[in-house]
């Protein structure tokens, strides 16, 4: 059981100077094992006797494949050349190797995102991946190699929690650590139970509920927006390099963190929220990153789905509520009531059924076809699915979230399906 938690620290002026020379450092070894590993691919591109003109063959072909353990394994004699590398912790300078290493595999498994060279200033983290004491004395942080560092531990450690990693973050309001706990407790993740619900994520509604709650868009964060144009503008009108320049991308920068810890506090409220309302709560499993290559991929990347999903699955592991994910495949494509297939467009706002005349808003309809997928898939072959598929038709639509949290409608008080007014 690992989990993250995030600190502000506060280095002094000279461990500041200490930590920006490490990233530094860092940075320019990053590239630089970059640029073995383009050489190398570039070099197996072309045939072994052309010219260099034409194509490239810089490495002998008998020049081993740069991969992790060869440039992990090279480091020593990398530092022999270059002094500044001696300055760094030598397994921070190891698992930034290895995070360009995870992006290449990334790469290679996904067909797309080329780890790309970094431009200054642009390494704002390190990571420091292993600790033999525990490093928090106290109000102070022990790191190798820098000393003790300030930190506002504003929420204990809890009972049981080893510190394992510590990444050291560098934002533009100031440095940040997020510590790596873990504990040999396995806490059993709770199984689905109570009242299930389906949830819909969106860019026109945030999110739709299979009990007909709807969380309007994030249109909350539009002045947000308006500010950090406005900052972009100005930088873009200062002289690159200069004094003022520096100021400037550094209000942009603050904005860009506002912008997420806004967005993140907003995710957590929601998530009690949506905890408030069910046990057990059914979400899709798409990939996001996939839809946020799609020609809505801004605003995707603003709504930041995934960060929502897990901050969802946190909070309701912490309250005991059940998270599960079902196939995300039709789910706005389906009747929820008779579960035949309703051809929607991305505009089309309103679900209306041919076959059995169901209606409702088409945020609400796919939530409750994920609710519905959800159950099957707990009660799968069991006696109790046929109970439980009606119950969701009955009551979905129906229920309010008011209603439901003062538990005042049962099952029986609204009857069956076509009774009900539409
Ligand atoms: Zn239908």
New binding site residues.
Partial sequence: MTLNYTYRIYPDSSQVLLLDEWLETCRVSYNYALRELKDWIASRKCPIDRCSLESEYIMPADYPFPGYHQQQNNLPKAKEAFPRLVAVPSQVLQTNIRRLHDAWDFFRHRGYGFPRFKKYGQMKSILFPQFRTNPLTGWQLSLPKLGKVQINLHRPIPEGFVIKQIRVVKKAMGWFATISIQSDIEIPKPSPYGHCIGIDVGLSSYLATSDSFIEPGHKFFLATYRRLKVLQKRLSKKKKRSANYEKARIKVEKQHNHIAFTRKDYQYKLAHKVCDMADSIFLEDIDFRLMAKGFLGKHTVDAAFGQFRSILKYVGWQRGKFVGEVDHKGTSQT?P??R?SVRKELEDRWHS?P??Q?ECDRDIASAQEICNRGIEKTYRGTPEKQEIDSQIVVLSGVMSLDKWRRGVITNSDIGSASALPF
């Fill in positions: 009747c009531n008779c035949t059924c076959e059995c169901y």
